[in-house]
């Protein structure tokens, strides 16, 4: 399963599960793609919530991969993770697509943080 992630600046594509004939069945939640030289995936079924990024989402690459607030970069991702609200009444926080989350920018705001595995 690969969630919440971003994958980018591959020289190939973001996730490759080889030139086989078939699809491979992994499980892919709100995943962001950007600049992969051949494309977002390949033989990877394409999954939900896919995001397409036209621009960097990182406040400054290479040092601080903080997500930023660029139109179609980082702006496109804040709240945008998986699983997102939780249904009857189980939050009201959402996590980001990335490594990085965000700080709680006031008292009422609120955030869900994923685990990875």
């Known amino acids: 399963m690969i969630s919440n992630s971003i994958l980018d600046a591959n020289t190939g594509y ?4 080889g030139a086989g004939s078939f699809t491979m069945p992994w499980l892919t939640y709100n995943n962001a793609f950007y600049s992969n ?3 977002a995936i ?5 999954g939900i919530g896919t995001i397409t990024l036209t621009a960097s989402p990182y406040v400054s690459v ?4 903080a997500l930023n607030t ?4 980082g702006a496109l991702l804040l709240n ?3 699983p997102g609200v939780l249904n009857n009444g189980g939050g009201t926080g959402h996590a980001a697509v990335g490594a990085l989350q965000p700080n709680v920018s006031t008292a009422s705001s609120s ?3 994923p685990i990875v595995q």
């Open 14 to 17: 973001g996730v490759d599960a």
């Open 37 to 39: 030289t051949a494309g």
């Open 42 to 46: 390949r033989n990877v079924n394409a």
């Open 62 to 65: 290479g040092t601080n991969f």
């Open 70 to 73: 660029t139109a179609g970069g």
């Open 80 to 82: 945008a993770g998986f």
């Open 111 to 113: 955030r869900g943080f």
